[in-house]
């Protein structure tokens, strides 16, 4: 059951359960000569951190990343960089009313059956927390896209639960908790997440990520192909339940003469294709949006079983985010830097 | 830019170009013992062939597979099954016009990027002739999955363009060549579909796919989860540009009370999971949706570059699918095979 | 028990049967745009081939290769190159009487109780023959290897059983079937294996490989070392039974002083490393030994059982080596050569 | 530049460098439900670490192995475990003196190349110190192959220079800082060392490595052979120079009557095989012996160049073991662990 390692040239290697000691990755493959801080890597933690708002978890954790490896003087030396997040607010005693029932929705059931035993402090290694490791690997892949070519990678919500919101400017994103395009509206978001808590219950969102100034050329023409791949890390981020890459699911109803690209010599006059074409990028801009399932954890009670496959009523306090795409975005951007930076290792390999 | 294989205990490594002498595949870690005949694999062919309707191309291949190795006396011997496809109906003259030119919507533009050469007779290794192998080795994955799992996929269209196809039953998929789970519906689609080529225009299509039987545990928690190699793999199909799973992009409205599925003593009550939690999954049926794009090969004229950059208006002829999407269930099932045979491999592996 | 590829962005995919329709493999991985016609293969199977000594065995096989797809109008287009090697002279019927039986020193004992079924005509997948694939892969990467960075990579026999062969020139390898570097021993040689032959007993040989104008820098600090890479590809050849680097075996009773090269702004003053140091290359000649054990298949009378586990006498008639290192030169030049090739793409994608 | 793990199910991935923060190793695929503390690596790695005789590296590590995920309970969950050794006694000032300079026979010239920067403090990711997590992870492999099969993994040094030490008996082994399999030997091999540790200068090695118990069919036909996986993992080991199994380099002399094993019913007649034919494992004990090359940090002054490609004179003061192959016996097990492991888990996916 290996398989939490990410990428074919720079893998990333991801380690650790929510509530155990320390959780973190190893990096391999990250080119040599670029310099690298732990407060690189910081700043891109903060963006996930829980706490920072009301609308997630109250769980406080700092999230203090540190390098234990693969710097010398500053500078990348081109061996495996070892990432360290010790984990602080263990409060395991929440989680022991539901040892042996299985939330619904909730990866408690499949754990248990997949390795006859879990670890279910705060979810032990399905908790979204697991996802910080990547966001830090993220952090020195992004940093190397940017410094190398340009490349930059955003995202924001684009919905939240049955508010739609419509983009209005990227510099509205870094202004509010829900990572909203569009300061307008984000009262009437903190409004639906006020009752929505009060409820107990929680909600779904829908996420949009872009990548500019992607090289042309990544990806290979079967199997080894960049939406293939950029599909793979986003279904594989917790929670999310469908993805789609430039016009997805409207594709279904479009006619070949409306979805087709046209090109001019001055560059593509759409992009229904999100940025791909045959599987390889085109050189426009990526564009990918993932749906993301409601929290399973609820307050709200529930019809489940326990592990003697007895009736139960499941009912979860601890501490939520009532809605787990608020604290996605970052997250999905990094995914999305890991497959560039993967690929573009790979392309420059086949350059002359 | 290896990149052509799939899998990592049962792998498939393609080959071929759509009008070169031959394509084919390697698979490589099919368990010993099973009996295998070449009809075992050309049924499943015979069902995603070229030019046996007129919705589809009119392309005359009769898609034969011939078995060079990995069998003895009828059974498997537990090494490489190289499978062969000889070309037959190679047209070359119909692209010459179009190889300095671009398609809109076409891997053309990327190819001539990312190799510096290309292969323009069909497509090159960018045409859909390339999920035949993909479809010939899933026929090898079926059939292990159903004689020692008792494993079923089925997939079927659920849409078509505008037209929503409502299941009615099974027993329907087989008797149109839409693979419409609904016969009755059939005749308005031959109906689209005649108007669609008079107008030298393509159109998209929505494809469910279904495993049922699935074991409980396949999948790992974090990156080789079995949602995220899903997603890989129907990303990966020609003309895919979403994927979904269970609820898939419905769960972004959906609350928490809604989604999570309730788990009685006799089982679940629902699957917006789509089988999946934590991406291992859980018993329950395993739901895929796939958007297809329209076909970018159009008789419509369309404005392109060349390869000198030189504005020039495109029109396709040759003989092309003008929905893709007709001949994608077989490909979609065949692909979920391969994702289940491996994760099942894998679990096996770590079974007591 | 997938396992039949080799390399990380140069990847070979072997398969077939000694005695089944064909053999072969999939490259994949191959850089765009190097001419490539049939040929450039053909000479290097040549150069293994059965029949064109007395001293090998007397199988007829023209190894006839064919380029199945991945070129166009003459060159590689960087997209997987299938080649096939149609079996020829198939004498199923030598093998029957030993297909209850295990030949001592052969794998028929080891594949019977790892796949519970095997092929037995010629020995299956264990046969020798298999290192075609192997040496027709390694011709396109010598080529590739030789056009774009001028690297050589030779061997030659340096030890037949108890004779030693003292390197005269390099000239002297092609005018002898036993690719031995010194024309004047090569009558020793014969008569050695005439009288070998007529006992019907076989014999191990020592085999060089040289590879010269090696860039610095292949290989990874832990594990994927260029020398581990090597001694994988080398042990994993038929018949080896030990690899040696540089100084290799003699290394432990050399101290310090003698054993590390030194260097002078000229350059190394020795080549004890075998031109790796931390597993990384050095620039220096990278010199291999392989040690090649004796045939199996004896006309001599061994000791064994059958699957019931019963004594038998074992006595192979067919045709066979009497000394499988004689055409193993070759196929450990392709092995070097597959390995080199694929550490200088993975090196590419981080220069600068 | 990725290239740190190893294993395709139970994955090994080292990080660290000899003076950086933290050495240590990231395991994915340990089966879930074994006990498994610290204590049960420590008791491996005290085996393996510095200081513990006058015949060693003094530098003062006391190797302290923390787990930092993957168990709960006592127990193995089946998720990552994450090994980490802070490192305690950094002398980087022993090493300024030779940043500049390349010592022969060491890794410095060819890391300098490869990265264009490299971390000199004890060599940095060079350093045999990088073979502690190897230590550790084949702790928690060799206690798995003990509980679930019965596999016995034991080495001892066979030759010190030109010392040949006759095997005696297992019991001495652990009985002296050699791993001498023959304790009346051990003053003479102390009055070796004394004298060398004077001269300056340093002494290769051998070392022989046995597993008893191995089941029949670990490995593959072609390229993912057992040879081939522990020829790859032996060869990259630190200073390791030849690898050889069975009869190895003896094998060229012997005749086929001779080398090829017979089989009774009761079992072998003799293991030349050394436990592998065809690639397979046989049953039979597996042996392998390794070539370990003279420490190339030696106090005697060498001729060398610096990075202005000016002509210096080297001699290494810090702290060293005057052989590398006294520590390496532990380590060598630690290795063949690891690869029966992974062949295990292969074989069981296969198993019916």
């Given at each position: 059951?290996?398989?939490?390692?990410?990428?074919?040239?720079?893998?990333?290697?991801?380690?650790?359960?929510?509530?155990?000691?320390?959780?973190?990755?190893?990096?391999?493959?990250?080119?040599?000569?670029?310099?690298?801080?732990?407060?690189?890597?910081?700043?891109?933690?903060?963006?996930?951190?829980?706490?920072?708002?009301?609308?997630?978890?109250?769980?406080?954790?700092?999230?203090?990343?540190?390098?234990?490896?693969?710097?010398?003087?500053?500078?990348?030396?081109?061996?495996?960089?070892?990432?360290?997040?010790?984990?602080?607010?263990?409060?395991?005693?929440?989680?022991?009313?539901?040892?042996?029932?299985?939330?619904?929705?909730?990866?408690?059931?499949?754990?248990?059956?997949?390795?006859?035993?879990?670890?279910?402090?705060?979810?032990?290694?399905?908790?979204?927390?697991?996802?910080?490791?990547?966001?830090?690997?993220?952090?020195?892949?992004?940093?190397?896209?940017?410094?190398?070519?340009?490349?930059?990678?955003?995202?924001?919500?684009?919905?939240?639960?049955?508010?739609?919101?419509?983009?209005?400017?990227?510099?509205?994103?870094?202004?509010?908790?829900?990572?909203?395009?569009?300061?307008?509206?984000?009262?009437?978001?903190?409004?639906?997440?006020?009752?929505?808590?009060?409820?107990?219950?929680?909600?779904?969102?829908?996420?949009?990520?872009?990548?500019?100034?992607?090289?042309?050329g990544l990806g290979e023409p079967i199997y080894d192909r960049l939406d293939a791949d950029i599909a793979y890390?986003?279904?594989?981020?917790?929670?999310?339940?469908?993805?789609?890459i430039g016009?997805?699911?409207?594709?279904?109803?479009?006619?070949?003469?409306?979805?087709?690209?046209?090109?001019?010599?001055?560059?593509?006059?759409?992009?229904?294709a999100g940025g791909i074409l045959g599987g390889i990028s085109s050189?426009?801009?990526i564009?990918?949006?993932?749906?993301?399932?409601?929290?399973?954890?609820?307050?709200?009670?529930?019809?489940?079983?326990?592990?003697?496959?007895?009736?139960?009523?499941?009912?979860?306090?601890?501490?939520?985010?009532?809605?787990?795409?608020?604290?996605?975005?970052?997250?999905?951007?990094?995914?999305?830097?890991?497959v560039?930076?993967?690929h573009?290792?790979?392309?420059?390999?086949?350059?002359?």
């Amino acid at each position: 059951m290996s398989g939490s390692s990410l990428g074919k040239l720079f893998t990333v290697s991801n380690f650790g359960e929510s509530h155990g000691k320390a959780i973190g990755c190893v990096i391999d493959g990250c080119p040599a000569g670029m310099s690298l801080t732990e407060s690189d890597i910081q700043q891109e933690l903060d963006r996930r951190k829980p706490g920072t708002s009301r609308h997630v978890t109250q769980r406080q954790e700092p999230d203090t990343v540190k390098i234990l490896s693969g710097i010398y003087e500053g500078k990348t030396t081109g061996t495996p960089i070892a990432l360290l997040i010790e984990n602080q607010d263990q409060r395991s005693k929440d989680y022991n009313n539901i040892t042996q029932s299985f939330r619904p929705g909730h990866a408690d059931f499949t754990y248990w059956h997949k390795f006859g035993i879990r670890d279910p402090r705060g979810g032990g290694r399905s908790s979204a927390r697991l996802t910080a490791p990547t966001v830090a690997a993220g952090a020195v892949a992004k940093k190397w896209l940017k410094e190398q070519y340009g490349i930059q990678i955003r995202g924001y919500m684009s919905q939240l639960g049955p508010i739609h919101i419509p983009f209005k400017q990227w510099e509205d994103v870094p202004t509010n908790p829900f990572f909203a395009p569009n300061a307008e509206i984000v009262p009437e978001l903190e409004r639906y997440m006020d009752a929505l808590r009060k409820e107990g219950d929680s909600i779904g969102a829908r996420i949009e990520v872009v990548a500019e100034n992607v090289p042309i050329g990544l990806g290979e023409p079967i199997y080894d192909r960049l939406d293939a791949d950029i599909a793979y890390v986003m279904m594989g981020l917790n929670a999310v339940k469908g993805v789609s890459i430039g016009a997805g699911f409207e594709s279904i109803a479009q006619k070949g003469s409306e979805h087709g690209d046209e090109i001019t010599p001055e560059g593509f006059l759409s992009n229904h294709a999100g940025g791909i074409l045959g599987g390889i990028s085109s050189g426009q801009d990526i564009t990918v949006s993932l749906a993301i399932k409601p929290t399973s954890s609820i307050r709200i009670e529930r019809r489940s079983i326990n592990t003697d496959n007895e009736p139960v009523m499941v009912q979860t306090l601890g501490r939520h985010d009532p809605c787990v795409g608020i604290r996605a975005t970052p997250i999905a951007e990094a995914l999305l830097a890991l497959v560039l930076i993967d690929h573009i290792l790979i392309q420059r390999a086949y350059q002359t």
